[in-house]
């Protein structure tokens, strides 16, 4: 069976439409650490643009997935991942505001071949932001899927300046761990081009 198929299988029976997955239902050795660009229709040299094909140099904006598990491999290329999450307990102090505190949880370049990153609702980088350093592709595996209705609209910001109202931050961490973000239209620069799925064929 192809890698591409048993990754399809895995997903069918472990991914919902109703949640994302509890830490201790994420496999340290997920299926999609062994997909490779040619058990999805790419090649190493590829320089197309889609989903999640990125031409050197351009930038995904930062970007959230609400409430959803998410599983990014990046199939071939060199990615900087500038990732954060939400500073918890300070929802009903900054209920009126705009602009929210996140700590940093990476900031750093990945080259393929790697693991595949796992990004859960609370941690592991939920909202975050891909350069190009070189043409790559990155395969994402979301459960639950976007979804406006259920409150899960992809939403894209921006760093900005901002004192720390009433000391929230003061106690928690040096100052350089933690920025402000808030939410920001990406620039009309940014387009996605969707292209057909070349891959081998699914038994769906």
């Not at 990754?7 to 997955?21: F, H, I, T």
């Not at 790697?114 to 994402?140: E, R, S, W, Y």
Request: glycine letters at 6%; proline letters at 8%.
């Amino acid at each position: 069976m192809a890698t591409i198929q048993k990754l399809y299988e895995v997903c069918k029976v472990s991914l919902s439409a109703n949640g994302s997955l509890s830490p201790e239902a994420v496999d340290s050795n997920f299926l999609a650490d062994n997909v490779m660009p040619s058990d999805v229709g790419l090649e190493t040299e590829a320089q197309s643009i889609g989903i999640f094909c990125i031409p050197a140099s351009s930038i995904i904006p930062l970007h959230n997935h609400p409430g959803m598990t998410v599983f990014s491999k990046l199939l071939y290329g060199t990615v900087h991942v500038k990732s954060y999450d939400w500073v918890e307990d300070t929802t009903q102090l900054l209920k009126l505001s705009k602009v929210r505190p996140a700590k940093i949880v990476r900031d750093g370049e990945m080259s393929a071949p790697c693991g595949a990153m796992v990004i859960q609702p609370k941690d592991g980088g939920n909202i975050h932001a891909f350069k190009a350093i070189t043409p790559c592709a990155i395969l994402d595996i979301l459960s639950p899927p976007y979804s406006s209705e259920d409150g899960r609209h992809c939403s894209y910001f921006r760093r900005c300046r901002k004192a720390d109202p009433s000391g929230i931050l003061s106690n928690r961490s040096r100052e350089p761990e933690f920025v402000w973000l808030e939410e920001h239209q990406p620039p009309n620069s940014f387009v996605i081009r969707r292209d057909l799925y070349k891959g081998p064929a699914l038994n769906l």
